[in-house]
């Protein structure tokens, strides 16, 4: 009785090993068969601390360049504790951002959820991304329009460059900062700089922006703790100040973000608070990287910054003393976009986006299985050889003739339905900026600071600038 018990336990447990093993294991090993070449590396971290590992960001760094010379441009790996599939590749990194939601869909590791918060743009999908997209495309269009827009911008560089007039070196990367900060708070709050509110949402921003970059464990004391915490005192300051403006208070600061935020119905107030952050964030460390890197490529490039001090100079030549720059203006300095996208392209501010297959994809001859990470490499595609010619060299000229829009090979703000919404803010204060820098300043950069990507990309001595005004120069 008992063996024959046995017998029907155990002619059933083969029957389900069986089974299993033509249900699950057997098509998974097909599908790995059909998935690009590459290894997994060490169990659960697979390759993700090489990955990871610091290089000069105008590079490939080691871990692309071995997998790409051994595997090809499209490979497998385990990344951030998931099967992989890197993608070198121009072609593949394009598609799989034109199919967001379709075949892949954004997919950031969870603790940059703990720290953005469940609602930031980042985060969200589907109709909530849609939504706040929306939302975010008709901010930036109806700020645009506003006269004070890019008077604003101006107005905060001349700021920051007048605190230079006594100074023989600044740090540049500290003062970029100074500058996208003070300008994102004045267009996202209407904040001036002055303001004690300024003051106090910039010491969290900061204490906020190390945790972004730390390791993941919530521990009190730990920097992620600290920048949990930081991102909720943000919020406190954020609704304080939405209260301050629906009670009436404050009513000379009308044009910027908030006002019309207040006006929307289709967002709860969390979002709100969200999307104010989501603007803070995105407008600041980036922007004041181009600019830092827009510096330090012209300053080892001499033909380059003669031919930008021209194109400033003409666009200065025809305008009176005190006046400031208009859209006009703006459109006049092709080499400079030329500069700009040079830096974009040279110093790879963001080196990849995270996504995940919805479903099995095919592309070309790989097989991108369903639930699998997916990473498009924006840097490798910047700097393969095939695509752009002396590819490690900075070289403006080269977009000269160049459609930039339709351009597939160069995607610094990301593509499809996820583009970069303030790719033209960022490129404004640059521009804008640079127009000051080259006119009223003599300058240099010291010895070699080159950018790394950790992958996030830092200046590690903060780009120390000598400075000396051109006192002959005074535009305003
Ligand atoms: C040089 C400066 C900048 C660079 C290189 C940059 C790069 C990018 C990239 C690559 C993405 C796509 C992320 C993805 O697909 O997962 C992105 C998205 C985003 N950026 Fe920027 N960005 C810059 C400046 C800005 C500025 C100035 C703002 C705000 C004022 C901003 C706000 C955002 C937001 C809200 C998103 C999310 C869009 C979405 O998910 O639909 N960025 N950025």
Redesign the pocket.
């Given at each position: 009785m008992v063996a024959g018990l046995f017998s029907v336990v155990l002619v059933g447990l083969i029957v389900l090993f069986l089974g299993l093993i033509f249900t699950h294991f057997l098509p998974l090993l097909l599908k790995l068969g059909h998935a690009p070449r590459g290894s997994f590396g060490w169990p659960l971290v697979g390759e993700t601390l090489s990955f990871l590992k610091p290089h000069a960001s105008n590079t490939l760094g080691s871990f692309l360049q071995d997998h790409c010379s051994r595997y090809g441009k499209v490979f497998k790996s385990h990344l951030f504790c998931y099967p992989t599939v890197v993608s070198c590749d121009q072609e593949l990194n394009n598609f799989i951002?034109q199919n967001e939601e379709k075949l892949f869909q954004?997919s950031?590791p969870k603790p940059i959820h703990g720290i953005l918060g469940k609602s930031s743009?980042?985060v969200v999908v589907g109709d909530t991304?849609k939504r706040?997209?929306n939302l975010?495309l008709t901010l930036?269009t109806t700020t645009k329009s506003k006269p004070d827009y890019i008077n604003d911008i101006e107005k905060t560089a001349i700021q920051i460059m007048d605190s230079w007039k006594d100074k023989t070196q600044v740090i540049f990367c500290e003062e970029a900062r100074k500058f996208?900060f003070n300008v994102?708070v004045k267009?996202?709050l209407g904040l001036d700089p002055d303001e004690p509110q300024t003051a106090k949402i910039l010491e969290d921003f900061l204490t906020f922006m190390k945790g972004l970059i730390s390791f993941p464990v919530y521990i009190p004391g730990t920097p992620y703790a600290r920048a949990v915490q930081a991102r909720s005192r943000i919020s406190s300051t954020v609704k304080a100040i939405v209260e301050e403006r629906r009670s009436g208070g404050n009513c000379k600061k009308k044009g910027d973000f908030l006002e019309i935020l207040l006006s929307v119905n289709s967002l709860s107030e969390d979002e709100k608070v969200s999307f104010v952050l989501?603007?803070l964030?995105?407008?600041?460390e980036?922007?004041s990287?181009?600019m830092a890197m827009t510096v330090q490529f012209l300053g080892q490039s001499p033909p380059a910054l003669e031919q930008l001090k021209s194109e400033h100079q003409n666009i200065r030549s025809i305008k009176l003393k005190n006046e400031y720059l208009n859209w006009e203006d703006y459109k006049k300095m092709e080499f400079t976009q030329h500069v700009i996208n040079e830096a974009?392209r040279c110093g790879n501010?963001?080196k990849f986006?995270?996504?995940k297959a919805l479903k099995d994809v095919r592309f070309k001859d790989y097989l991108i299985p369903s639930g699998w990470k997916v990473l498009p490499v924006?840097s490798a595609v910047h700097l393969d050889p095939s695509l752009h010619g002396s590819a490690l060299q900075f070289h403006p000229w080269r977009w000269e003739n160049q459609s930039q829009t339709t351009c597939k090979k160069f995607?610094?703000?990301?593509?499809?339905?996820?583009?970069?919404?303030?790719?033209e803010?960022?490129?404004v204060?640059?521009a804008f900026f640079l127009h000051h820098l080259v006119l009223s300043f003599r300058w240099s950069t010291q010895g070699v600071d080159p950018p790394i990507a950790y992958p996030y990309v830092e200046f590690p001595n903060g780009m120390p600038l000598k400075v000396e005004p051109i006192l002959s120069q005074s535009l305003f």
């Open positions: 951002l954004c950031y743009m980042l991304h706040l997209r975010a930036v996208t994102i267009q996202v989501d603007s964030l995105g407008g600041y980036t922007t990287l181009l974009l501010i963001v986006v995270h996504r924006f995607a610094p703000f990301g593509g499809g339905p996820r583009f970069c919404p303030g790719s803010l960022a490129k204060e640059t």
